[in-house]
């Protein structure tokens, strides 16, 4: 059973930094792309950032673009999301997501607040 479970969300002021991790267990990530999505209050899912874990190109939302970095680890089979220059826009939970060409396997989320 695959699993994903994200950490790294809390509280930062606007202009702040903070990196998500997405551990992910139950099978390798080869041949699935890997995707952060978030959720605004009120507002549905929206895509973030996504990544083909075999070949490591990556495609971003142009809300975040030049702010917001995905990468991976292969050996620990995790995808993180660096997040600098945050405004308070941003304030959401952010989920990430993976799969073999749709999204089939989501986490629980965490929150990012940030503060103006």
């Known amino acids: 059973q695959v699993q994903l479970v994200e950490s790294g969300g809390g509280l930062v002021q606007a202009g702040g930094s903070l990196r998500l991790s997405c551990a992910v267990s139950?099978?390798?990530?080869?041949?699935?792309?890997v995707g952060w999505f978030r959720q605004a209050p009120g507002l549905g899912r929206a895509f973030v950032a996504d990544?083909?874990?075999?070949?490591?190109?990556?495609n971003y939302a142009s809300s975040v673009k030049g702010r917001f970095t995905i990468s991976r680890d292969n050996a620990k089979n995790t995808v993180y999301l660096q997040m600098n220059s945050l405004k308070p826009e941003d304030t959401a939970v952010y989920y990430c997501?993976?799969?073999?060409?749709?999204?089939?396997?989501w986490g629980q989320g965490t929150q990012v607040t940030v503060s103006s």
């Open positions: 997501a993976a799969g073999p060409g749709s999204y089939a396997y």
């Open positions: 139950g099978r390798t990530l080869s041949r699935y792309a």
């Open positions: 990544m083909d874990w075999d070949i490591g190109s990556t």
